[in-house]
């Protein structure tokens, strides 16, 4: 199993922001920014693009609401989106509420914020998140 299979099955914690049967929504432990958020799909799968059209179609719905959610719980330009994969073998998508394309960049060193900030931050989307 995956450690994202475990977090999205609950048996290793995260700050939850958004769910469905099918996809799962986090925040980063390592944010670019605050509200960096992760999107994965239940289903194990290492590379986003091994993923059938219409899981892959879902999946970006799925995303496109939680972008929604991250918008309006942290004011931005855009949510910019990103797909790495390099360090964590199951399939994410990158959610990252920008205020310019600095937001973007994966070499910037990341955030260090506390269990409360953090857990604020994960309420705001997951009270923002408009479920199906
Ligand atoms: P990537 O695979 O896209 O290159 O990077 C994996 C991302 O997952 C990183 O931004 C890293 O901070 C995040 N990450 C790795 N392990 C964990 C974890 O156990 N919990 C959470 N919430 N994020 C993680």
Not at 49 to 72: G, S, T, Y
Not at 106 to 116: D, G, I, Q, V
Request: hydrophobic letters at 45%.
């Amino acid at each position: 199993m995956s450690i994202f299979s475990k977090i999205a099955a609950g048996e290793i914690p995260s700050y939850k922001c958004a769910e469905n049967e099918e996809f799962y929504a986090f925040l980063d432990i390592n944010p670019l920014v605050k509200g960096h958020t992760l999107v994965i799909p239940r289903r194990e799968v290492d590379y986003i693009f091994d993923m059938e059209d219409d899981e892959l179609a879902r999946f970006e719905v799925f995303a496109k609401k939680v972008a929604v959610a991250i918008k309006r719980a942290f004011p931005c330009v855009k949510v910019g989106q990103a797909v790495l994969g390099l360090e964590v073998p199951h399939a994410h998508i990158h959610l990252v509420p920008m205020q310019s394309e600095k937001d973007m960049n994966f070499s910037n060193p990341k955030l260090s914020l506390s269990k409360e900030e953090m857990q604020e931050a994960a309420d705001k989307i997951w009270t923002e998140f408009v479920k199906e």
